[in-house]
C-alpha cells in the first residue's frame, strides 16, 4: 500500500468551528500552500489535494526542507498565533466575527425603543427614575440577569445569582449618589421547585446585605403554560434615596475630568447570549478550566456565573469625600454606550485601553482560544519523519469578536465609571490601599462618545 504524508487528527472533543472550510499552510523556501484540505466530524484528514498523489515529484520538491505548519483560515480580520497553533474560521464569522445583535439581542434597537419610551415620559435616560419627595429624590431601578439564568441552570450553581439579581439594580441607584432603601423580587417558574427557590433567594438576602438594603418583599409567581419544567426567570426593583443637593447627575463635568475605572469580577450579568454562542462555538464545556488563566484553576462554570460585584458602599464612600461629578454604571452597552449617559452635550471620553489588566474570560470570549492536546481532546500523529510535530500549545481563534464589539457588549474588567475632578482622582488613587482597587482609565474631552487609545 502507498502512503503519502497526511496530518491525521484524532478528535475526541474538536469544537464544531474547527470543521468548516480552511486551508493548511506550509512555510518553505517554495511558500507552498496545500489546497483541497478535507475534514469530517468524525475523525479528519488534512493532506495535498488528489491531483498531486500522482507526481511523486512534488513531494520531494515541497518537502525538501524542514516545514512548519500551520491550519489558518482563507480569511482572519486581524490573525493572531502563538508559536505552532491551529486557526479555524467559522460561516458567516469568517468577516467581521461574532456579534451580539448576531446572538440574538439587539442594542440598537433597545436604544430605539427607550427614544420613542422618551417621547412620552421626559427625563427618561439614567440609570435609574428620580422621584422627587421633599427635600429628597428617590431613585428607582428595575433589572433582572438576562440569559445568565441559563448557565445557572446548566452549571448547578443557584446560590449567587441572586447576588446578581440584586446588584443589577443597587448598582443603577448609586450611580446618583443615592443611598439604596428597599430591594423587592418576583421568582417566575413553571413548577415551584422549594430547594432550588430557597438557594436563590438566599443569594438575593447575601446581595441585599453586601449593599446594606433590606429585603422588604417579592413575589413568588408559578405559571406551567408560561415557563418549561425546571425553568424559572427573575426580575428585581430596587429604591434609594438621595438629597437634591447631593444628586450626581453629570451636569459638572467639564473637559480635563479624571475617569476611574471599579474593576469588575468578570462578566458580571450581560452579554450572556453572546457568552453562550462563544461557549457552544468553542466545544468547551463549562467543567473545564478557563483557557489562559492564571493562579488558581477555575472551570469556565465557576469564571462565568462569578458574582456581579455591588459597588454601593465603595461608591458611597468616594462621593462622600467630594469631586465626583458622574458615575456610570457599565453593563448592555459597554463603555460605549454607557459613558456617555452621563455627559452634557459637547463632551465625550478617551479611553485609555492599556490602563488595566483585561480579565482571562473576556480574552477567552474575544479570541476563543481552546485548549490544543490536553488529555488526548485533540493530537497530531507523525505517518512520516519528514512531517512535522505539533507542541502542547492552544488552538486560537483569532479575530472572532471585533474590538468594538467586545467594548459595547462587555464591561471588559471596569464595572463601574466615576467622573472626578483631577484632585479627587488623585485622592481616589492614592486610597487604594484602603480596600478596594481602582485605575485611571480615561479623560474627558470635548469629543462626544467614547475614543480609545
Not at 424 to 443: C, K, P, Q, T
Request: proline share 6%.
Amino acid at each position: 500500500m502507498l502512503f503519502f504524508r497526511r496530518m491525521i487528527l484524532y478528535p475526541s472533543q474538536i469544537p464544531s468551528f474547527f470543521f468548516p472550510s480552511f486551508s493548511a499552510t506550509m512555510s518553505s523556501s517554495l511558500g507552498l500552500i496545500i489546497h483541497g484540505v478535507s475534514t469530517s466530524g468524525s475523525g479528519g484528514v488534512a493532506a495535498p489535494k488528489p491531483s498531486s498523489f500522482n507526481n511523486p515529484r512534488f513531494f520531494f520538491q515541497r518537502f525538501s526542507k524542514k516545514p512548519s505548519f500551520s491550519l489558518s483560515p482563507p480569511t482572519v480580520s486581524r490573525p493572531k498565533s502563538i508559536g505552532k497553533t491551529v486557526s479555524c474560521s467559522n460561516r458567516e464569522e469568517d468577516v467581521g466575527g461574532f456579534t451580539y445583535k448576531g446572538a440574538g439581542v439587539d442594542i440598537d434597537a433597545g436604544s430605539e425603543l427607550v427614544r420613542r419610551i422618551a417621547k412620552m415620559t421626559p427625563g427618561i435616560g439614567g440609570f435609574g427614575g428620580l422621584i422627587p419627595l421633599g427635600d429628597d429624590y428617590l431613585v428607582h431601578s428595575t433589572d433582572g440577569v438576562g440569559t445568565k439564568l441559563m448557565l445557572a441552570i446548566e452549571t448547578g450553581i443557584y446560590e449567587t445569582i441572586g447576588i446578581d439579581l440584586v446588584a443589577m439594580c443597587v448598582n443603577d441607584i448609586v450611580t446618583s449618589g443615592a443611598k439604596p432603601l428597599s430591594f423587592q423580587d418576583q421568582y417566575s417558574t413553571g413548577q415551584l421547585d422549594v430547594d432550588l427557590a430557597e438557594k436563590v433567594i438566599k443569594g438575593i438576602v447575601d446581595g441585599c446585605k453586601q449593599s446594606g438594603c433590606p429585603l422588604t418583599g417579592g413575589e413568588t409567581a408559578e405559571m406551567p403554560d408560561c415557563y418549561a419544567k425546571g425553568k424559572y426567570d427573575l426580575s428585581g426593583s430596587a429604591v434609594g434615596i438621595v438629597k437634591k443637593d447631593s444628586l450626581i447627575d453629570g451636569k459638572g463635568i467639564v473637559v480635563g475630568d479624571v475617569l476611574i475605572g471599579l474593576p469588575s469580577s468578570g462578566v458580571h450579568s450581560n452579554g450572556f447570549s453572546l457568552v453562550r454562542r462563544v461557549l457552544a462555538q468553542s466545544g468547551l464545556s463549562l467543567k473545564d478550566q478557563l483557557p489562559g488563566g492564571s493562579g488558581k484553576p477555575i472551570t469556565l462554570g465557576e469564571a462565568l456565573m462569578t458574582p456581579t460585584v455591588i459597588y454601593v458602599k465603595q461608591v458611597l464612600d468616594i462621593i462622600s469625600k467630594g469631586g465626583v461629578k458622574g458615575v456610570a454604571h457599565i453593563t448592555g452597552g459597554g463603555f460605549t454606550d454607557n459613558i456617555p449617559r452621563i455627559f452634557p452635550k459637547g463632551l465625550g471620553a478617551t479611553i485609555y485601553r492599556d490602563s488595566w489588566e483585561v480579565p482571562a474570560v473576556f480574552k477567552w470570549i474575544q479570541e476563543l482560544v481552546c485548549p490544543m492536546f490536553p488529555n488526548g481532546k485533540l493530537w497530531a500523529q507523525e505517518l512520516l519523519p519528514m512531517f512535522f510535530r505539533v507542541k502542547r500549545g492552544q488552538i486560537k481563534q483569532a479575530g472572532r469578536i471585533e474590538d468594538a464589539e467586545m467594548r459595547r457588549t462587555f464591561n471588559m474588567g471596569i464595572g463601574m465609571v466615576l467622573v472626578v475632578s483631577p484632585g479627587a482622582a488623585a485622592r481616589i488613587l492614592r486610597e487604594r490601599h484602603g480596600g478596594y482597587s481602582a485605575y485611571r482609565i480615561g479623560e474627558v474631552t470635548r469629543r462626544e462618545g467614547v475614543t480609545y487609545k
